[in-house]
């Protein structure tokens, strides 16, 4: 039997065949397949555990409130400290008021007590009392006695002037001049309430009423003295037309 061995044209016979000379002696490395990703369920970030509470972050209201309020206290404070500014700086009648205290006379010297009647000489009194004096001018009612006399006030004195006039049933309205006007202080009674129903005018001054249980009490300041009429309380619904015959006089001495 014969085999028939067919060659290459150019190759070698009886040999072995020889690979291209470019052809790798080994194979590639085979790239192993890619791995499918794995799902996993995703976990909140988690605080670390320690004895400390969390506190929570404020929210945007309380943020604007907090804002609010403390605008709103610099403004009342600023409010607050222009007030107590006004307050210390002296206006005009403040002024006004420290000069006349400054320029209170002081009486250093008394002088006798003077008592006279009805049908005593008004002016004599007035120009003893250095000033002038509240008295009535009418012929309802009845002068029965005047009084002019010091007291002690301040370390000093306070001069008074004091009338009575009587009614008909025999109540007494008294009249009083009283020098210098920080003595109003003697008129004082813990029982006095202030009316303020009705405005007063004494003698073209402004005047204020005080009440108690006895008595009605009307008293206005001058530039030189305070003036008060003391009103029986059966009688305060003539206090009007009473206070329309009163008048300042001026004693002039003889």
């Known amino acids: 039997m014969q085999i028939r061995r067919y060659f290459a044209q150019g190759g070698a016979q009886g040999g072995q065949r020889r690979p291209p000379a470019d052809m790798p002696s080994q194979a590639p490395p085979r790239k192993p397949p890619a791995a499918a ?6 976990l909140p970030k988690q605080s670390p555990v320690t004895d400390t509470l969390p506190t929570a972050a404020p929210s945007r209201w309380k943020r604007v409130l907090k804002r609010a309020l403390a605008v709103l206290g610099i403004i009342l404070a600023l409010s607050i400290a222009y007030i107590f500014l006004l307050m210390g700086e002296p206006g005009e009648d403040d002024q006004l008021t420290a000069q006349n205290v400054s320029q209170e006379e002081t009486i ?5 007590a003077t008592q ?4 005593a000489d008004l002016n004599l009194l007035a120009a003893n009392f250095g000033k002038p004096v509240l008295a009535l001018y009418s012929g309802d009612l009845t002068l029965q006695k005047a009084t002019l006399f010091d007291t002690a006030f301040r370390g ?11 009614f008909s049933d025999g109540s007494v309205l008294i ?23 009705q405005l007063y005018t004494l003698a073209g001054m402004d005047a204020v009423r005080m009440d108690t249980d006895a008595q009605a009490c009307l008293v206005a300041r001058g530039s030189e003295a305070v003036y008060a009429i003391r009103c029986p309380a059966q009688h305060t619904g003539e206090l009007a037309s009473l206070i329309k015959q009163a008048s300042l006089m001026q004693g002039t001495a003889q």
């Open 156 to 166: 000093g004195y306070a001069r008074r002037l004091t009338l009575q006039y009587a």
């Open 175 to 197: 009249v009083d001049s009283i020098r210098p006007t920080a003595a109003v202080e003697l008129l004082k009674d813990a029982n006095y309430s202030l009316n303020v129903n």
């Open 116 to 119: 006279a009647s009805s049908d």
């Open 108 to 112: 250093r010297v008394p002088i006798a």
């Open 37 to 42: 990703p794995v799902h996993r369920d995703i």
